[in-house]
């Protein structure tokens, strides 16, 4: 049981929770996930840690409602528990002095990218930030990007904030202007697929955080196998992070479109 | 160990002398009352045995023959006094029965339905000797288990004073919770850390409602805590908490039993369709987070056309909940033949009942999926058997050019699992084999680290309930002594 001691609203469907968990805040790491369930009967659902407070022992959420799972933790508000929660899991990202780093990121993998992207400056990297939203409202955590980062740009398909344009658009600009030594690229599976055909015609190294289904998230399932150069790797416990230049986005989609239809039903049984 | 003294006493003496071997040997073996197999087909969570009555348990206790040298306890890894129980359930004290169990084992009523009897204490029974049945202990062990739990009178083993020296015990399965009696009994400090939710590990997620129910085993569990075993759940050692974090807490032992974690797949083309899942993750899905249920939030296919690749006990219960979860053709496909099969006699028995198809000598080399990316057909390679393997059985051989194509919706490949690698991962010093299991000394159960020891299939890679709890007991002895001596 783990005690929910803030909620922010980002924008209606993106809500930032801090939630009590001294044991995970402290081992936890830049890349690190946890497993998430919410109520008796609920599924556990893998979620990257955003950030954590080991003063106050907490850890910080960013949740995107979208299905059954991640609507009932955003139904839930401060003084609530979440009903299991495990972590930290995965590997945690590698952090080294690489020189000019672009860190490409959209919707909700915006929030994960935040301790990455401080991490990568604190090991002496030049910092670029690219965010990505569909519109103005949906861009989360630019203020903390700033923080960390050397520079920002702001990506929004309509043009309502920044330049207009995708996430390759911002991250083509720079590849085009100096030398960039990796790309750190979190979001959806579209996107890092984009992201990553980019990059790898201009041959910059590329790291891609998954998010894959998962159900125990220890290694134990299976579930969220992909191939990466050809061979299957576990996320859970070989990732998330692998060089995305190897990873077959295709797969992936497919494998996360498994049970779109069975989710469906629940989410109109929920309504 | 078997008690010379019980064995000699008064009640036990008389009745050995009521009746004579002869009359005894000629008891037929008893039935296991089963439901029956096309109504069980489609009942998720029913037990399929239903259990022997008082009188059933009593005539077959009848039939044992008190031996003096009791062959069926060299077959048992966690040493019953199997005689003195039966003989208590002859003579009526099914407590006195369930208690003889408890002493030495901490999961009798799991052990009573998952054990490979015929491998073991029935594998070696004297009956076999003669050419006669083996007398039923499995069944038996169920019975005073089940008949002590349903009496209310549960009884809790004794233990020695507290000597308040703390142990730590990574993994709640089998080996991890017959370790944690045995220490508890001993007198020490003893805290259970899981990474799951549920206490139990694969005993929960693994083994399916109706041949193990979760209640059954959570009352082993509780009778475990009013023996003052301490557990924690969702907590990963060697993630959450590391190893030193525990000793710096002043646990001056710590057990692994992290069990087997990665799923093993055959790295053929297709393996990854939606569809195509590891029997972990099939069988997790309906046991641990009861994903068949309407109102549970993990979503589970319920494939019409399912195929179940491998030959175990894990592989008779993923094609067995299949075909309760609604599959209309529900198949085993096995490279070798039934002879070769690891799975229990009584399994691959019930599953037969419940119309499952074997496909025994065929191999799969393909799957075969549509536009969306889900499993669709598969093809199967024909085999024949040829020279006995290195594991000492035949070995399949492929019959070139032979193949069939056969309709699946579902896939679940159940052809073993790979020793979990967190914990050989995040400690320095461990020695891990080219397999990654820990190696151990394999009468102690002691690692390259002394403070650790470990058992199970984290040290086996692959093995069974029983054989995971015997680890556990010899790990607590020798822990045990390792302490004492400082």
Partial sequence: MNKIVSKEYFSANVIKFEVEAPLIAKARKAGHFVMVKVGLKGERIPLTIADADLQKGTITLVVQKMGVSSSKLCALEVG????????????????????????????????????????????????????????????????????????????????????KGLVTNGVESVINREKVDLCVTIGPAIMMKFVSLLTKKYEVPTLASLNTIMVDGTGMCGACRVSVGGKTKFVCVDGPEFDAHLVDFDEMLMRLGGYRDIEREDMAKMA | MQNKEDRSAAWRDELRKSMKAKERTDIPRVHMPELDPVYRSHSRVEEVNLGLTAEMAMLEAKRCLDCANPTCMLGCPVGIDIPRFVKNIERGEFLEAAKTLKETSALPAVCGRVCPQEKQCEGQCMHLKMKKEPVAVGHLERFAADYERESGNISVPET??????????????????????????????????????????????????????NDIVDVEIQNLQSMGVHFVTNCVVGKTISIQDLEDDGFKGIFVASGAGLPRFMNIKGENLVGVMSSNEYLTRVNLMDAASEDSDTPVFKGKKVAIIGGGNTAMDSVRTARRLGAERA????????????????????????????????????????????????????????????SGRRSPIEIPGKTELIDVDMVVVSVGVSPNPLIPQSVKGLEVSKWGTVIVNNDTMQSAVPIIFAGGDIVRGGATVILAMGDGRRAAKAMDEWIKKG
């Fill in chain 1, 80 to 163: 609530e528990y979440i009903t299991d929660m495990v972590g930290p899991l995965g590997k945690a990202t590698h952090i080294e002095n690489f020189g000019t780093v672009v860190c490409a990121c959209g919707g909700v993998g915006t929030a994960p990218m935040l301790p990455i992207v401080a991490a990568l400056k604190k090991a002496g990297n030049k910092v670029v930030t690219v965010i990505a939203a569909r519109t103005k409202d949906l861009i989360i955590l630019e203020e903390q990007m700033r923080e960390y980062s050397d520079e920002v740009i702001v990506m929004t398909d309509d043009g309502s904030y920044g330049n």
């Fill in chain 2, 160 to 213: 020695a004073p507290a000597n308040h020296i703390k142990i730590a015990v990574v993994g709640s399965g089998p080996a991890g919770l017959a370790f944690a009696g045995d220490m508890a009994k001993f007198g020490y400090e003893v805290v259970v850390f899981e990474a799951l939710h549920e206490i139990g590990g694969v005993l929960k997620y693994g083994i399916p409602e109706f041949r193990l129910p």
């Fill in chain 2, 331 to 390: 198949m085993i496909v096995y490279r070798r033949s039934e002879e070769e099969m690891p799975a229990r006699v009584e399994e691959v028995k019930h599953a037969k009942e419940e119309g499952i198809d074997f496909l025994t000598l065929h191999n799969p080399i393909e799957y075969i999926g549509n536009e969306q990316g889900r499993v669709t057909q598969m093809l199967l390679q024909v085999m024949e058997l040829g020279q006995p393997d290195a």
